[in-house]
């Protein structure tokens, strides 16, 4: 009992009960995340649509009540609203260009679907499948730039400001963390929509979520959708494989671009709304 009474307390994430309750409710949403967050980065499976589709679902959750932290809590402070609406007015436009490679990765898949449906010769097979594969890698590249732009930026969200008053300092500190699971969100769906198909083994280390979208042995199919495409494209263009598989996983690709384009749009708004309610209580 001694030895266990002489260790220091534990720490707890959650925000005092006394703050009000709209913190609370965007910390409950942030802590939701973060959840899923570890799920994410400790499962064996490669990232997939799913998982990204419940990333954008419980960050427009986090948005909802952030919006309602602004009106509520930082008429204060005008300081700590400028800075938070600069950063949303970052996340808003990665959050632009992440639909629009969404959006041309989707349009290239159904390009390619018409194209199979049409049956036509083998070198208009070739054709649309080197312009998808083309696609692909230009995305890839575009998307690297982003999350190293992300990463950036997650490095000025957390630095901390100080407070007097402990409320305030508190609230701050939450729509510092909704910024920062942001960033992490978008970044898990750049590197969705960017998985490659084949093993790179050039890049060793780094972040286990980039870890993940490899496959483990040289020539091991991803079962990311995004991925899996570019192996049955690859598959079909050294006649390994029929097309009929290929457009199964294209159709499997376009579903799930579909439901990640819906929860795209639902976020882009939510940050639209946060920005207005910032710029409202600012202008009072």
Request: proline share 2%; net charge positive.
């Amino acid at each position: 009992m001694e030895r266990t009474s002489a260790l220091p307390p534990n720490r707890s994430i959650s925000l005092p009960s006394t703050l009000h309750p709209t913190s609370l409710c965007v910390e409950a949403e942030l802590n939701k995340l973060r959840a899923w967050e570890t799920r994410s980065c400790s499962s064996s499976e490669t990232l997939t649509a799913e998982t990204v589709q419940t990333g954008l679902v419980g960050l427009s959750e986090v948005y909802r009540c952030a919006e309602e932290l602004v009106y509520s809590s930082l008429t204060q402070n005008g300081k700590a609203l400028e800075n938070a609406l600069d950063h949303s007015l970052k996340l808003l436009d990665t959050c632009g260009v992440v639909r629009e490679t969404q959006q041309k990765l989707k349009e290239q898949a159904l390009c390619l679907q018409s194209s199979f449906r049409r049956r036509g010769t083998e070198s208009r097979f070739e054709d649309e499948i080197s312009s998808y594969l083309r696609l692909r890698k230009k995305l890839k590249k575009e998307a690297s730039k982003c999350i190293r732009s992300l990463k950036g930026s997650e490095r000025k969200f957390t630095v901390v400001v100080s407070f007097k008053d402990y409320h305030l300092a508190m609230v701050v500190k939450v729509l510092r963390d909704v910024n920062v699971k942001t960033s992490r969100v978008l970044r898990f769906l750049l590197m969705f929509l960017s998985s490659p198909g084949t093993t790179n083994k050039k890049r060793r280390g780094g972040c286990s979520l980039i870890r993940k979208l490899r496959p483990t042995e040289k020539g091991e199919k991803i079962a990311n959708e995004v991925g899996s495409v570019d192996g049955a494209l690859l598959c079909v263009l050294h006649g390994t494989e029929e097309m009929t598989m290929a457009n199964r996983k294209l159709e499997s690709l376009v579903i799930s671009l579909d439901s990640i384009e819906a929860g795209l749009d639902v976020l882009f708004r939510r940050l639209i709304r946060y920005r207005v309610s910032i710029l409202n209580v600012l202008t009072r």
